[in-house]
């Protein structure tokens, strides 16, 4: 049998040796024969041999019945840290039961309590208008991991206050009415402060940790004050009604029209998931959706930023700024929608790290020196800008200054023979001639930006890439070949780079902003790809400071828009979404995890409230 060392503790006074012999008292003790020592060694060994197995044995069923405790006590937990219900167990896995065995999904499968926490705008696709309007809820307080750490702490502090201020309410509110019955105002002084004195010792005793902070007793007086003025204030205190929680609001961009395996909806043209470098994960959640029926995206406080930067500004420029997997890819579609739903014009890029280097080739503009075109992408722009916006841009000509300033005279009198000088003209021939597709681009753009007839929006995803290290070279440039063309040398990035005018200062060079007339432009940096830290923190220093100068009346104000992590009301509603849109583990749950306030809470704890990352975890 295994012996286990025990504590020598309770005979430590049996072996420790007295600091004087001296205090040793002495003893008669009889002298025992050698006979007499035999034997009594013999009975002593056999009596300490069957003690020990007994002292054994009860050591170990001591032992086990306190690690039968602490599974008891563990088994008696609940959460995710203790047991997980999306585990596969070695049943699971040997299972005949194949993919093509398991039952079709329905939307009829998603549970009543999805259903109703989730709201979808009855528009499908509000106006910019009505989204400037909306009350949404406001966004979390700025984590301390960002370096807000004070200001995370003035809103911790209040949220405690608030929470402080709950709780007496509750308490204080069935005894309110005893103490307004008392008729002397020492007896209701006295009655208070007796009140406050179990209320401060409950709340210690129902909120441990809350009890001790240092302004524990502060906050329950201030706020059993508070209370107390109001209901002096007014007797129909209860009678009032509590004001309403804002709850998020999605909106949806599926269309009727569209086919049911259409990943991305037409409005977005032309997002998609790209063979080589893709897009933002709102693409990649409608792809696992099981509901065909539905492209849903949530509306934000960011998102109404946005839109009353637009709303409110004849011509603006907005910068969307954020963590990596917050949802600056979704919140710059849902203004794409939504703009071209209002009857704007919009140039959407949302793929800025494939056009900064997969350009095919360069070559030197015909008509300005020290401009660059890049001819392949400029047709594809041009082709898909004129898919989007063909019976918009019906009736909207170009003007002689422009179509001279960007092509060469032999151009220009081709043209006027044909006598197509539209807008749609230009798209058109860019689609047929190659080597005219980036001058027809720069006309079309220019001649929205400087149109004051129709707003024109500028929509750039991925923005941070074009200050990355360049990927296009030419001998015109630099003979060596070993110095990159800069991204707004490029005709095809121009326009929204010096639109943005964050380029920065030089003693030779002060960028100026080349405005919209009337709209404005909206870009939207990344974490997700290859950009060097450096300068995606030197171009958000830039915005900040240029916005921070802005004012009111300026012809052009810059808006910086920071995308935050989800609330935990924000992180309710999208785990409800993704139940009702049938996405990973949640497709056929009925309603468990919502449900299941542990459950959701561990989702938002591995997320870390991050969109892109509480994705995931409902999916493996």
Not at 412 to 435: H, T, V
Request: glycine fraction near 6%.
């Amino acid at each position: 049998m295994h012996r286990r060392f025990r504590s020598l503790d309770r005979h430590a006074d049996r072996w420790r040796e007295p600091e004087d012999m001296d205090e040793i008292p002495k003893q008669n003790v009889p002298v025992l024969s050698p006979d007499d020592m035999e034997l009594y060694q013999d009975d002593l060994a056999k009596f300490l041999e069957d003690n020990d197995d007994e002292a054994d044995r009860l050591v170990d069923e001591k032992f086990w019945e306190k690690q039968q405790l602490i599974r008891d006590e563990l088994d008696s937990r609940t959460g995710r840290g203790w047991e997980d219900p999306w585990a596969f167990k070695e049943e699971d896995w040997n299972t005949p039961v194949e993919f093509d065995d398991l039952p079709d999904w329905e939307p009829s499968v998603a549970s009543r309590t999805s259903l109703d926490r989730v709201k979808v705008h009855p528009d499908g696709i509000p106006t910019l208008e009505a989204i400037a309007a909306m009350s949404l809820p406001p966004p979390p307080p700025p984590h301390p991991g960002s370096g807000a750490t004070k200001e995370y702490a003035k809103i911790r502090e209040r949220t405690l206050v608030a929470r402080v201020a709950k709780e007496v309410r509750a308490l204080a509110k069935p005894r309110i009415a005893d103490i307004q019955k008392l008729l002397t105002w020492r007896a209701k002084q006295d009655a208070v402060d007796e009140l406050f004195e179990s209320i401060e010792l409950q709340l210690k005793t129902e909120q441990e940790v809350l009890g001790r902070h240092p302004h524990f007793e502060k906050w329950v007086e201030e706020s059993l004050e508070r209370y107390l003025e109001s209901v002096q204030e007014s007797k129909d205190d209860d009678d009032k009604e509590t004001e309403e929680e804002d709850l998020p609001i999605f909106m949806d961009l599926y269309s009727k029209d569209e086919k049911e395996d259409t990943v991305v909806p037409k409005i977005l043209h032309p997002l998609a998931p790209h063979t080589r470098v893709g897009s933002g994960r709102v693409v990649e959640e409608w792809e696992l959706s099981a509901h065909k029926g539905t492209r849903r995206i949530m509306l934000r406080d960011s998102t109404r930023q946005i839109a009353k930067a637009l709303t409110e500004n004849e011509s603006c420029r907005v910068y969307v700024c954020g963590e990596r997997g917050v949802g600056k890819t979704a919140a710059l579609a849902s203004i794409v929608a939504s703009a071209r739903k209002s009857g704007s014009i919009v140039l959407y890029l949302p793929d800025g790290d494939r056009l900064r280097k997969l350009g095919y080739y360069i070559e030197p503009n015909a008509n300005i020196k020290g401009l660059y075109d890049l001819p392949i992408l400029s047709q594809e722009v041009c082709s898909a800008f004129l898919k989007s916006h063909q019976q918009d841009l019906e009736g909207v000509d170009t003007t002689e200054e422009i179509r001279s300033r960007f092509m060469t005279e032999n151009q220009i009198q081709k043209l006027n023979d044909d006598g197509d000088l539209s807008l749609i003209g230009f798209l058109r021939l860019a689609q047929d001639e190659l080597d005219l597709a980036a001058s027809c681009y720069s006309i079309v753009v220019h001649t929205l930006m400087t149109s004051s007839s129709k707003p024109f929006i500028m929509v750039v995803d991925e923005f941070n890439c074009y200050y990355d290290h360049g990927h296009y070279f030419h001998g015109d440039y630099d003979g060596e070949v070993e110095n990159a063309i800069p991204c707004n040398q490029i005709s095809l990035f121009q326009p929204f780079l010096d639109g943005m005018g964050l380029q920065q200062p030089t003693e030779s060079n002060t960028p100026s902003v080349q405005k919209v007339t009337k709209g404005g432009i909206v870009v939207g940096i990344t974490k997700s790809r290859a950009v060097a830290n450096r300068f995606t923190q030197n171009l958000s220093t830039l915005a900040h400071k240029a916005a921070s100068s802005s004012q009111k009346d300026d012809a052009c104000p810059l808006t910086v828009v920071e995308v935050p992590r989800y609330s935990t009301l924000e992180v309710d509603h999208i785990v409800a979404n993704l139940e009702i849109t049938g996405i990973g583990r949640l497709r056929f749950d009925r309603g468990d995890t919502v449900m299941n306030e542990q459950e959701v809470a561990y989702l938002r704890m591995v997320s870390g409230a991050v969109g892109q990352n509480l994705l995931d975890a409902c999916i493996v």
